[in-house]
């Protein structure tokens, strides 16, 4: 397959782009990218449109796309206090339901990649992760999922209800589980310091370096976690971290709101990943993180859209936006470029995930495309094509392509019927009202 007439933006080492670009796919990999005249063929015409790699999201909760628009004014720990019994409610056929719409929001935003947090395990339920990956099969998008785990409940000090706890050993065994059955697909995920205690995150740490897993966790979101952690450990969110060996290279942390200059420095020392999520930030008031600090640091930093309770859009080019706009909030105009935005949601966010087989558009690397038109008339007049795509998002993607095949075609999903999918949400979402 041949792609022609378009704007290339490969995010290669050296930003390389192709204003009048071609991209060649063979075996659902990358196999030439340039500009110019394309090489003898047939070919896809893409008419002017601009091509980059498939976005990567790097911290989701599927499962709360069945609780949008809850709990308006609250802030991080007055919202999951209102929703954590409602999430109790849910089950296999709401989480299959819930990750088809996450999964498709999420597609027809260009993202091709997408790391699900769930942690959300009630007493006599099972197939939850199952679910995820058979939405995702279905859908043609790469999930890469989580064992997520809380421990801490209520009597013991934490925030959630003591019904959503689990005990250690049943999480270290589904864990290990999941991670034989789907080899590559699982990360060990305890949910965040105010609901997990020290020996859980001190035993899944131990288990994911035994069989090779990636870890990650919520961390310093709020101001009112870091008091939590004053309070119970007598230390910031990121020392204790530190404390149980979470800081390395194979861990990524969402959030990251509340880090000193120090600890910037740190996390960057120790390779620890960061996904920015400035729409969920933004809408529980819970801050900005200093992302331009952390890339200046070189800190790995990928994007997260994060729950659609704490979001309600999925969309990852909206968050693409997103960090750019609060960046220059905090910082000024200069603080980011478009194209420094545009890195963290797709190199940025394979870096976090470890992986090096997404992310850019160079020989070798699985053809994960998104094709974004500029005909429309948000782009009319937009001087520089990548900066009018960023700077008037949202948008839907036209085209996308994962490993070479279209999963999104003329704006619509190729494998699914998206109102289909709308109904079956709605009808599961009317069980949580």
Request: glycine letters at 12%; charged letters at 20%.
């Amino acid at each position: 397959m041949l792609l022609t007439g378009a704007h290339v933006v490969t995010m290669d080492d050296a930003g390389t782009e192709h204003a009048d670009g071609w991209v060649r796919v063979e075996d659902g990999v990358i196999a030439a990218v340039g500009g110019g005249p394309p090489p003898a063929g047939e070919h896809v015409d893409l008419g002017g449109a601009v091509v980059t790699p498939g976005l990567v999201n790097t911290h989701h909760h599927l499962y709360q796309t069945l609780t949008r628009a809850r709990a308006q004014e609250s802030n991080l720990f007055e919202w999951l206090r209102a929703l954590y019994p409602v999430w109790a409610g849910i089950d296999e056929e709401s989480v299959y339901s819930a990750a088809r719409t996450g999964l498709a929001e999420l597609a027809l935003s260009g993202c091709t990649t997408v790391f699900d947090h769930h942690y959300v395990f009630p007493r006599g339920t099972s197939g939850l992760i199952e679910a995820e990956l058979r939405a995702a099969d279905e859908l043609g998008v790469t999930l890469i999922a989580s064992r997520g785990s809380m421990d801490l409940g209520e009597s013991q000090g934490g925030l959630p209800p003591d019904s959503l706890v689990e005990d250690i050993d049943t999480i270290l065994a589904e864990t290990e589980r999941l991670a034989s059955a789907y080899p590559g697909k699982i990360v060990a995920a305890p949910c965040s310091p105010f609901s997990v205690t020290k020996e859980l995150m001190q035993a899944s740490a131990a288990l994911a370096r035994r069989v090779d897993l990636q870890l990650h966790t919520h961390l310093a979101e709020t101001s009112e976690e870091g008091a939590y952690c004053h309070e119970l450990y007598g230390c910031t969110p990121v020392e204790y971290l530190e404390s149980l060996g979470w800081l390395a290279g194979d861990v990524w942390c969402a959030h990251c709101v509340h880090l000193s200059a120090g600890e910037v420095a740190q996390f960057a020392q120790t390779g620890t990943g960061v996904a920015h999520c400035p729409t969920s930030n933004l809408r529980l008031g819970a801050g900005v993180a200093p992302v331009r600090d952390m890339l200046d640091a070189g800190v790995r930093v990928g994007l997260g859209v994060d729950g659609s309770a704490s979001n309600e859009r999925g969309d990852l080019l909206l968050e693409v936006k997103q960090a750019l706009l609060v960046a220059r909030g905090r910082g000024g105009p200069r603080a980011m470029t478009v194209r420094d935005a545009l890195r963290i949601g797709t190199r940025g966010g394979a870096t976090v995930l470890g992986r090096t087989d997404i992310g850019s558009l160079e020989p070798g690397k699985r053809a994960d495309l998104a094709v974004w038109r500029t005909d429309g008339l948000e782009l009319a007049g937009a001087a520089d094509p990548v900066a009018g795509l960023v700077l008037s998002a949202p948008h839907r993607v036209d085209r996308l392509y994962m490993g070479g095949e279209e999963v999104v075609r003329d704006g619509h999903l190729v494998r699914a019927d998206e109102d289909e999918i709308a109904r079956q949400q709605r009808a599961q979402a009317r069980r949580f009202a």
